[in-house]
């Protein structure tokens, strides 16, 4: 049996697919405003949240932003909510470096993830437009992995908008008090996802994602820092 924080590692971990692409290094930012396009994964990481920016209770875990195990959406025009149908098809030939981070805030209260991805060029504002359009088609939907079929209902959230445009939306794991928000947003040629997960409903608001989310954004726009938490790689293998 999984313990409480391998299985919300692995919740966070299934969450979310990854873009794929190649790598395109480019010199590392030199000035205050930061060049965000073509950064390879060494240089996508160092503009994740890291030490002095999140609470010191949250314990980081590194690990490879593209692995993944098949992860299937019904219907299938739900992945364009999730960035993985046909919205991130059309990025993937610009990708060309990511970086994810997860924080498991305790032993029973689901946790944060944070990815970051950078393109070659801006990030279309379409990619938005098709998430909002998928959203509202897909009150419930299914998430389908090898460990089984999970199901969501999905709903538009509100809350503090980031970056160039925001993304934002709640999903309940039907049947469970169990809570999945998310937010993407863009800045210049990098998009960035933030996932929390815990459990107790709908009422609860934890503050873990906004806490992300702006400290994520703060280095996009002001330069990367580096993190010193930890950097173990997750054992779980599903990508986020």
Not at 82 to 100: C, F, K, N, Q
Not at 142 to 170: C, I, N, P
């Amino acid at each position: 049996m999984r313990t409480p924080v391998v299985a919300a590692t692995a919740a966070l971990l299934l969450l979310t697919t990854a873009c794929g692409g190649e790598d395109s290094p480019t010199p590392e930012p030199t000035s205050s405003t930061p060049t965000l396009s073509s950064l390879d994964d060494e240089q996508v990481q160092r503009y994740l949240p890291g030490e002095g920016q999140v609470p010191g209770q949250w314990r980081a875990s590194d690990g490879d932003p593209d692995a993944a195990d098949e992860l299937t959406t019904l219907p299938k025009g739900c992945s364009d909510m999730l960035l993985s149908g046909r919205v991130g098809e059309d990025l993937r030939a610009e990708r060309t470096g990511a970086a994810r981070r997860i924080f498991v805030v305790g032993e029973d209260d689901g946790g944060i993830g944070v990815k970051i991805t950078s393109y070659r060029t801006a990030v279309p504002d379409e990619v938005f437009t098709s998430m909002g359009d998928a959203l509202e088609q897909c009150g419930e939907y299914q998430q389908v992995t090898k460990y089984g079929s999970t199901t969501y209902l999905a709903e538009a959230s509100t809350g503090q908008t980031y970056g160039d445009r925001t993304f934002r939306v709640r999903m309940r794991e039907k049947g469970t008090d169990k809570v999945v928000e998310r937010v993407f947003f863009s800045v210049g040629s990098a998009i960035v996802q933030v996932i929390e997960t815990h459990e107790g409903g709908d009422s609860v608001r934890t503050g873990g994602l906004e806490t992300a989310a702006k400290a994520t954004e703060s280095n996009l726009r002001d330069g990367p820092r580096e993190a010193s938490g930890s950097q173990e790689s997750s054992s779980v293998s599903p990508g986020f």
